[in-house]
């Protein structure tokens, strides 16, 4: 039997303690949610295979109706606190996942929230298979591909000039110098390209910041002239390119034509940015048995919820679907085929992964961030007290962290499994496992 896409679970497969505080947005929340999850606080409690429900007796004469979609899952509470899920919601959570919620039929305002998401979802789907049969008009597509083509052109110039003049003026040079290339940009429709030179404005502010603006200038001209010859590359490098510039492939077409992967994915971590409006939500897994790393990425505009349905230290046997390019990495959670289980993931050596990203960098030379997974490795300052992992061949890697005591803590001198964002400045720490206390979100 399988699961759609977008299940998270049922009834009958409550989650534990840890999967539920870990989709608490921070540990204020997960500490708050402890006081509210006590059966005296609530009433009118219930459950079914998709949502739980409840009442919490708020300060005063306040009560708090709080309802969770399991599904997606999705949480709605008329607390005012702004945190998405609040600690109502991860209370209820908590005494769900205690079995001391039972099943029962919905009240008429959890059913009214539960039954719009899901026509609300209808309509999103719907939108989106219009605006992708539009995306493929042979008109559109052609009109969009002369824009990016100028576009490009013009950005190709303005790399060109900014060499030529010199770095120097580029430390004291206003924010607009950088703005101003990456509005063009967006009016050319090659929205990814804009945002990777906004980007530059903060490198000037950096130390040692002319060899690495210099570095992300070449970056770019090459991804320019990668565009222009897109006519000479490889299928999967051209892909990567498109991607790269702005181009994006359909959900329905990368579920339909996208390379399957069945595996045991290990969900190794999870890291969430906020850029202007937009907040992004990167999800690692790696696969058990075929050692491959899958990202899977979720959007939220303010206000609106990510999707938290892969929580980090649980392993589920599914079918992913990975988009296309030269090194296959993001992908969407295909079909499931049962609950999601607590794991340990089988992780690498360092130099393990040195070779693993190495080969994916000669892939897509212009990849920002790698996962990192490590197994059996130890905590180790450098002279100059810089913190980096160590296995035990003697290979490290440095830790790019401004607190390190968690993670010191919980490894006590120990060895430790190990997960996190590989980026040209080091590893920045996202999970840890050890023996004795399990997954610990870092």
Known sequence: MSYPADSFGTVSERWDRGQVLGLAPDEAAAKAAGGVARPAKWAGTGCDDEAVWGECQGSGKSVYRTC????????????PSRKTPCKHALGLLLLWSEETVETGPRPGWAAEWVEDRRDRADRARERRSASAAKARDPKTVER??????????????WLRDQVAHGLAQAEKAPYRLWDDAARRLVDAQAPAVAGQVRGLAAVPRQPGWPDRLLEEYAMLRLLVRAYQRRGELPQGLRDTVRARVGFTVPQDDVLGEGERVRDRWSVTGSRDTALEQLTTRRVWLRGRRTGRPALVLSFAAPGA?????????TEIDAELAFYPGSQPLRALVAE????????????TTVQGFLDEHATALARDPWLERWPATLAGVRLARTEGGELHVVDDAGDSLPLRMTDPWHLLAISGGGPVTFAGEWTPHGVRPLAAWQEDEGVVIL
Do not use: K
């Not at 969770?68 to 607390?79: E, I, M, S």
């Open 144 to 157: 969009r591909e002369r824009r990016v083509d100028d576009g490009l052109a013009e950005l190709d110039q």
């Open 305 to 313: 919820v990510l999707d938290a349905s892969l929580v980090v230290g």
């Open 336 to 347: 499931r085929y049962g609950p999601a289980e607590t794991g340990t993931p089988e992780g």
């Open 68 to 79: 969770v979609d399991l599904a997606t899952p999705a949480f709605r509470c008329t607390c």
